[in-house]
């Protein structure tokens, strides 16, 4: 077992696609079984995901069918991983430095702006129109596992140009669903939902490190917002940014604390237990959670979230449809056009006036082949669309389809174009001419 199954899985999970690989095989099952040509595979599909599961303690009911439960509660971790991201990226990453960080920000602005104006203008205003939101968003996951396709031919700034511009589009697409994709406001509990917030945030100035207290906090902030009509994974989010991304202590304490219990060369159980403690708050929480929940979220809520919406009947022509929907066909044109035009555009405006310059040995065809790849809009996208079209379930399975199509023409256009594109010191030339030298 250990040889056979252990060491190739561990050696698989090392890998960069991996998370990718597993969350396309995820959306590919979902597809499969919802168009099984067996009798009642695919119904039993859709029976399954709509199957409610409900919760009652005394008085207090919740009931939501399974992949409201996976959309509303399972992807709150998702979005709680990003948000550590977010943070850890703002105190100790490229969002940092405004100057390192500034490119990759207009990047995602223009990816975000076109996209939805693309979209506008192919679907128009009214039902339709609500889905612009959908091609705005960049799936990290798909983007990182398709560069770790192409090996060691992108420098690894490309690649962080590219994550940042995916974790600053992770940004606006939670402003997005915050701001436009929120239903009946209830005022009280968000009220509630912004005191509990408040709470953490005063237990963090204390120095309160108990992971079950926020585990219950944070609970009760989820259920807030699932009240309050805001959508509750955002709940992830804003517990994701309140995370300390300081250690409790400094590095030192445990080296001088190892020093002095290992002059007899023996550890008894109490200092090792202070040894653990101490090694444990040397470390960021940020970085802690991060380590911990990544692997569950890549392999875990994203593949079972993929697995409950991906699922489409393309039974009846729905896949022939797909050019005929303006609703699929804006999803594709602003995936696949919009994303890496606006990227490019916002990247030369930013160099031409002074604001940014090229990531080093980064040239501009592999800036727009990062803009395509930048098109691959799968989980947050999905997101957006089961949101977008509430009283029409044709539409969502017009846009489901949409972004489905968008993403693989994306992934392999953005391949094709960085494989092409000069790699290297043959690329640097190229880098710093739209700035003038």
């Not at 939805?116 to 960049?138: C, D, F, K, Q, V």
């Not at 993929?306 to 896949?319: E, P, Q, R, S, T």
Request: net charge negative; glycine share 10%; with cysteine.
């Amino acid at each position: 077992m250990a040889r056979y199954v252990a060491l190739p899985l561990r050696e698989f999970l090392r890998v960069e696609a991996a998370g990718s690989i597993v969350l396309f095989a995820a959306a590919a099952l979902a597809l499969l079984w919802a168009n099984a040509p067996v009798d009642g595979w695919s119904q039993a599909y859709f029976d399954f995901w709509h199957t409610h599961v409900s919760f009652e303690i005394g008085g207090w009911h919740v009931e939501e069918s399974l992949q409201h439960w996976v959309n509303d509660a399972l992807m709150v971790i998702f979005f709680f991983v990003v948000g550590l991201e977010i943070k850890y990226e703002l105190v100790n990453g490229d969002l940092r430095d405004p100057r390192t960080a500034a490119l990759p920000i207009v990047a995602a602005i223009g990816g975000m702006a076109a996209p939805a104006l693309i979209y506008l203008a192919i679907a128009g205003g009214g039902e339709t129109g609500s889905g612009w939101g959908i091609p705005m968003a960049t799936d990290i996951a798909f983007a990182v596992g398709v560069l770790g396709l192409l090996g060691r031919r992108l420098p690894s700034t490309a690649r962080l140009f590219l994550l940042t511009l995916a974790i600053v589009d992770d940004i606006g697409a939670i402003v997005v669903i915050a701001v436009f994709y929120t239903a009946d406001l209830s005022l009280e509990w968000l009220a509630l939902s912004l005191v509990l917030l408040a709470v953490v945030a005063v237990l963090r100035v204390l120095r309160v490190w108990s992971i079950p207290v926020y585990v219950v906090l944070g609970t009760a902030t989820w259920y807030a917002l699932l009240e309050s009509g805001v959508h509750a994974t955002l709940a992830g989010v804003a517990l994701g940014l309140l995370t300390p991304a300081t250690p409790l202590l400094e590095e030192k304490v445990a080296r001088g604390f190892a020093l002095e219990a290992l002059r007899d060369r023996h550890l008894d159980p109490e200092e090792l237990a202070r040894l653990r403690f101490l090694l444990t708050e040397s470390v960021p929480m940020v970085e802690r959670l991060q380590s911990r929940l990544h692997p569950f979220s890549a392999y875990v809520v994203l593949p079972v979230f993929a697995l409950a919406n991906a699922g489409v009947d393309l039974g009846g022509g729905a896949l022939g449809d797909v050019f005929s929907s303006t609703v699929a066909l804006g999803i594709v044109a602003g995936l696949v056009l919009g994303k890496p035009l606006g990227i490019a555009l916002a990247c030369f405006v930013a160099v031409r006036v002074g604001i940014a310059r090229l990531p080093d040995r980064t040239s501009w065809t592999q800036i727009v082949g990062l803009g395509a790849v930048g098109g691959i809009g799968f989980t947050v996208s999905l997101f957006i669309a089961g949101l977008s079209f509430p009283g029409s379930a044709a539409l969502t399975d017009e846009a489901k389809v949409g972004i489905l199509l968008a993403s693989l023409i994306a992934a392999a256009v953005g391949v094709a174009v960085l494989r092409l594109a000069p790699s290297g010191a043959e690329g640097a030339g190229e880098t710093d001419s739209p700035a003038g030298g």
